[in-house]
């Protein structure tokens, strides 16, 4: 009897695009929009200041994990590191939980570092340096834990550079799985 093994190769193909937002502290309102979007179809937004219009409007660090291979999101995570402290803690915690070889893709929404500094360290081990950034100001990542030299990050360190030039990347995550 001949055993025969059957490989399977999937292709990951999964394009990535990213914009930050940063809040205005201004008696103007400015609309401003963040977003998400994996092969073109959003996935997340949030809005600053919409005309009156419906609109989500998160305020912190968004975080997805990202299927490489389905081109989806999983899981979702919004913690509000502008005021809570928690939340920092609680991002620490999920970075810490992350399998290796996790996609992780990060967006700052409104105003995200000003509790964010006991994430740091948990971050800038997945290659998201960002204690340089200040108040308003915004960043945007991609990153694959335990992969940090992979790591695509864009940042813009002020307020003022922020709202005419917000941090954003476009990113496609490529490789291939083999099945048996």
């Known amino acids: 009897m001949t055993t025969v093994l ?5 292709v990951a193909n999964c394009i990535v695009d ?11 309102c400015t609309p401003r929009e963040g977003h998400v979007k994996l092969n073109q179809h959003l996935v997340w937004k949030s809005e600053w200041c ?3 219009a419906p609109s989500t409007r998160e305020r912190g660090l968004a975080i997805f994990e990202v299927d490489p291979f389905k081109c989806s999101v999983p899981a979702t995570h919004v913690f509000d590191t502008h005021q809570k402290e928690a939340d920092a803690l609680q991002l620490v915690s999920l970075l ?5 070889g996790t ?3 990060g967006v700052s929404a409104d105003e995200a570092v000003y509790t964010l500094e006991k994430a740091l360290p948990a971050l800038s081990e997945i290659g998201v ?5 200040q108040y308003r100001g915004s960043f945007v990542f991609i990153a694959q834990k335990g992969f940090s030299e ?8 002020t307020e003022e ?17 083999t099945l048996l």
Not at 18 to 23: K, N, Q
Not at 96 to 100: D, G, N
Not at 161 to 177: C, L, M, V, Y
């Open 150 to 157: 992979k790591t695509v990050l864009d940042k813009t360190l």
């Open 6 to 10: 059957m490989l399977c190769h999937i």
């Open 96 to 100: 810490e939980k992350a399998p290796h």
């Open 50 to 52: 919409t005309d009156g």
């Open 18 to 28: 990213a914009l930050s937002y940063s809040g205005y502290g201004g008696s103007e």
């Open 129 to 133: 340096k960002v204690d340089d950034v």
């Open 161 to 177: 550079e922020s709202n005419s030039d917000p941090a954003k990347f476009i990113a496609t995550i490529t490789g291939i799985q």
């Open 103 to 105: 996609i992780i893709v």
